[in-house]
């Protein structure tokens, strides 16, 4: 096992980085969960074949190995206890006249602890144009024109380069000078127009030919989509239970259907359970009463039907429920400063799946917007109020263990 402090990559890419600095496949690097590229981030992996010795203090652009010692197992998706976060936040008094920013930041945070974090899907979930859930609902409805679109044309403002010279040339209709311009890590795209080029007019069999590990993130990016609808109507009141809720107890993925939610308030107060939404799919434990009608009223405005999870192919989901809400552990503020001015460090850890973005979103008001850089290159969290917080990421997995 080896722990790498990354900044500025994804984990996809760290990995890639290392195999090739080892002289392994990147096959042989086992991982728990991905790390955030727009984070200073510390994670565990294991690399199969190597010795420790030959992968101590190895550095390559953007990551550094901080040490490596033998392990039994290869780390799988899922081992992952959870992870811990340490983030500045700056600004907090700008524009306040009673200078109260850092103790209204310590009661937010406290509020947090006390009621637990929305689990909403991030925007990484979304891919980089945010529109992998749309793309998902496409297949799944059989609108593979749109899909196809979607996939390699509709050129927007997150385009850039090359990208944006194939988009363009797709939605010209110019395919061959579409195919030539995407760059060799857009394989599906890429397939795509090679197919049509090849005058394939079965745009179904051309789309759910594609790689299945893609297909499987387009449907659950659709999936998730639908679970933050279901979570943004029961916000804020995520700790609330209502007549017919699907709960999950805070120590298992387990649980139970709640006929009359007055009957079990009290232990969503004392956080021993949560009510969860819906990863729709064929085997999804569905809700009863109130619960079932407001999620059956987010199927319905999203034209999709559970049916459509259940199909079998690439596209076929089980389906699971999600807690709307997690705990928010071992959770600080300090104040300090530097040579940027003053700060407030905040320190939690949030259990796996949970976004540190959720926690900021609530911590302020939910005007955070993007990573953007300071004048000395420090990637920062931009804000709509000229705020901004700069952040760092550990992960806490281990292999053969997972909580």
Known sequence: MVEIAKRGISTHEAIQRLARAAGVRPSAIGHAGLKDARAVAVQRLTVA???????????QPGLVVSWARRTRA?????????????????????????????????????????????GWFGAQ???????????????????YDDAVDMICGRPGPHDHGRVLEAREAFAAGDLKGAERAWPRSYRDARAVCRALLRGERDLGRVLLGLDRKTLRLFASAAQSELFN????????????????DVVRFATSNSGFVVERAADEQHRADAFELSP??????????????????LE????????????DFARRGPLYCAGTRRPLRFMVEDAQVEAGADDLGRFARLTFALGPGV?????????????????????????????????????????ASEAGTAR
């Open 276 to 293: 969860s939404g819906p990863m729709f799919g064929a085997k999804e434990q569905r809700p009863v009463g109130a619960a079932l009608e």
């Open 229 to 244: 609808a279901v979570l943004a109507r029961r916000m804020p009141d995520v700790d609330r239970l209502i007549d017919g």
């Open 49 to 59: 074949g190597v010795e420790p010795r030959r992968l101590e203090g190895l550095e």
């Open 355 to 395: 976004y540190a973005t959720s926690v900021l979103d609530e911590l302020s008001g939910g005007d955070l917007v993007e990573v953007e850089r300071d004048d000395q290159g420090r990637e920062i969290l931009g804000r709509t109020s000229d705020r901004s917080m700069d952040g760092h990421d550990r992960d």
């Open 74 to 118: 290869k780390l799988q998706p899922g081992q992952t206890r959870g992870n811990r976060f340490e983030l500045v936040v700056r600004g907090l008094d700008e524009g306040d006249a009673e200078g109260d920013g850092l103790a209204r930041l310590e009661a937010g945070l406290a509020e947090l602890a006390r009621r637990g974090v929305p």
């Open 125 to 143: 979930r979304f891919g980089h144009r945010g529109d992998s859930g749309r793309i998902g609902a496409a297949l799944f409805t059989e609108r």
């Open 296 to 307: 059956e009223a987010v199927l319905d405005a999203s034209g999709l039907e559970r049916e």
